[in-house]
């Protein structure tokens, strides 16, 4: 059933994609919300057996997976209403100054679509992150046919979801070719799409090392493309004196849960925890080991993944001055030793941690290791040396916040999402999230994968000047007739000009 698409259906499925891209892009945006909607509605009609499919292939709850197909299909809804009000164009508008010396044109920018996008599903989000999750409705909602890399790990759920938005397509009048569904487990499926000359940008969740490799194949080629990969963390949590000593015993729970939510198979599983040496450390590290110890382990999401943990998590350990702090004790009941996941907690010393960049590194799965400061210097410089994250987190009061000012700039300047007195697992569909951060956790910190504000990584500006207005888009005529927000002079406005 499942095969690597032959170079030679590769190249025809670019081809229609280039097509349908010239058709697709003069599309409304009505039209194009209306297709989202459609596909949001050919899902959710899937039923059942789009939650059984996924069940067998990822050992994925089913609660979990009903909850995520809900997530998929709000997403698809949100973006097309984004999509129809039209914000994300950022319309700009400066109308003629003739007296002006020199006399000023008039000029008109607003974004455009770049063209068929490439996504590479995610192994960890069938629905959500993979064939119609958030990069997909991005890019329908730009103007972009899109072309999508199923993940070996579920193949037949992709295959699914693909028929569900195929069906849209055909019931909504969009162009052959607006999308198309790719399998292979060959790098060179991949390379070969983004290496090909229609593909025009590329979104992917998943590891550093895929992440980095489309990245550098990207980058290589004759013109150059973006690559929007949202790759691994460690989202690091900062336990701050007088914070701990007020709440040790709340916070070990709090964290112990994120850590091993979804058998720690989240890009914001907090990773790494860094506190000050003290009575209050010493507690919550107490605590926090014997609520791991009493968390049942869990069936991954498939064998390369629970390999990959054992061996990394085995690396971790065996590293100098780390030290085991606490295991699941339970027993694993599932029958299933062999893909899961061991709730794990090591710790080590400050300076062996900064003096080891392994320790510095994702283990993706229900791992943690809690790095013990011998004072506040000390956690200032670890903070200043770690890597780009999606998320970092702040367990402070309001006197730990006025007393470690260099901590919070410090932190502040390696995350895309700074939280405070909170986990960083779970991430809000909404405008104000960012999910993406500095290098390595994505390969461009500019832009998130999550909210209507991820469009934006499918567009380019252009500039239309002194063209006549029955010649201009529709977004930028005098007379707004999709009645959308722009910046005419200087003033935003829904009125005409």
């Known amino acids: 059933m499942y095969k690597d698409s032959s170079p030679g259906e590769i190249n025809s499925v670019m081809e229609a994609a280039w097509e349908a891209f010239h058709i697709y892009r003069g599309f409304s945006l009505k039209q194009r919300a209306g297709f989202m909607r459609a596909i949001a509605g050919e899902i959710g009609a899937c039923g059942d057996a789009l939650i059984q499919t996924a069940m067998q292939e990822t050992n994925l709850p089913e609660a979990r997976l009903r909850g995520e197909r809900a997530r998929t299909i709000f997403q698809l809804e ?5 999509c129809e009000k039209g914000d994300w164009l950022e319309a700009r508008i400066d109308t003629a100054l003739p007296d002006k010396n020199p006399p000023r044109p008039d000029i008109r920018k607003m974004l455009v679509p770049l063209g068929p996008v490439v996504v ?3 192994s960890n989000f069938p629905f959500a992150y993979s064939t119609a999750g958030g990069d997909t409705a991005s890019a329908f909602a730009a103007g972009c046919p ?3 890399k199923a993940h070996p790990a579920h193949p037949r759920t992709s295959g699914i979801v693909a ?11 969009m162009p052959k070719g607006i999308f198309a569904h790719i399998t292979g487990i060959s790098f060179e499926v991949g390379k070969a799409l983004i290496t090909h000359v229609h593909c025009k940008a590329v979104g992917f969740t998943g590891s550093f090392a895929g992440g980095k490799q489309l990245s550098d194949w990207a980058s290589q080629r004759p013109e150059p493309i973006p690559v929007f990969a949202e790759m691994g963390s460690v989202n690091p949590v900062f336990l701050l004196p007088e914070k701990l000593k007020q709440s040790a015993p709340e916070i070990a729970v709090q964290v112990a849960a994120s850590i091993t939510l979804g058998v720690g198979q989240f890009c914001t599983n907090p990773g790494l925890i860094i506190g000050i040496e003290s009575d209050a450390l010493q507690s919550f590290v107490h605590d926090l ?8 382990p869990g069936i991954m999401l ?8 054992a061996n990394k998590r085995e690396e971790a350990l065996m590293q100098e001055n780390v030290h085991l702090v606490a295991e699941s004790l339970l027993a694993d009941d599932a029958g299933e030793s062999q893909r899961t996941g061991l709730p794990t907690i090591a710790t080590v010393d400050g300076k062996t941690f900064q003096r080891n960049p392994l320790l510095h590194k994702e283990v993706f799965g229900p791992y943690s290791l809690v790095v013990r400061c011998a004072d506040q210097l000390e956690m200032l410089q670890v903070a200043r040396q770690l890597e780009g994250q999606l998320t970092a987190t702040l367990m402070a009061s309001l006197a730990d916040l006025k007393n470690n000012v260099e901590l919070a700039e410090a932190v502040k300047n390696i995350c895309g999402r700074f939280i405070l007195n909170g986990v960083p697992t779970g991430v809000e569909v909404c405008l104000s999230m960012q999910h993406g951060g500095p290098f390595p956790a994505s390969t461009d910190s500019r832009f998130g994968a999550v909210g209507a504000d ?7 500006p252009l500039a239309f000047q002194n063209w006549p207005d029955e010649l201009l888009p529709e977004e930028l005529k005098n007379a707004n007739p999709l009645h959308i927000r722009r910046t005419v002079n200087n003033e935003v406005t829904e009125g005409a000009i």
Do not use: P
Not at 165 to 173: F, N, S
Not at 454 to 460: D, M, N, P, S
């Open 78 to 82: 949100s973006y097309a209403a984004a």
């Open 120 to 122: 590479f599903g995610a």
């Open 146 to 148: 899109v072309i999508v």
């Open 163 to 173: 028929a569900a938005i195929t069906r849209a397509a055909e019931k909504t009048g």
């Open 289 to 296: 080991g014997k609520a791991i110890q009493q968390t049942l």
């Open 302 to 309: 498939h064998q390369g993944i629970a390999d990959a943990f």
């Open 454 to 460: 991820a469009i934006r990584r499918f567009v380019r």
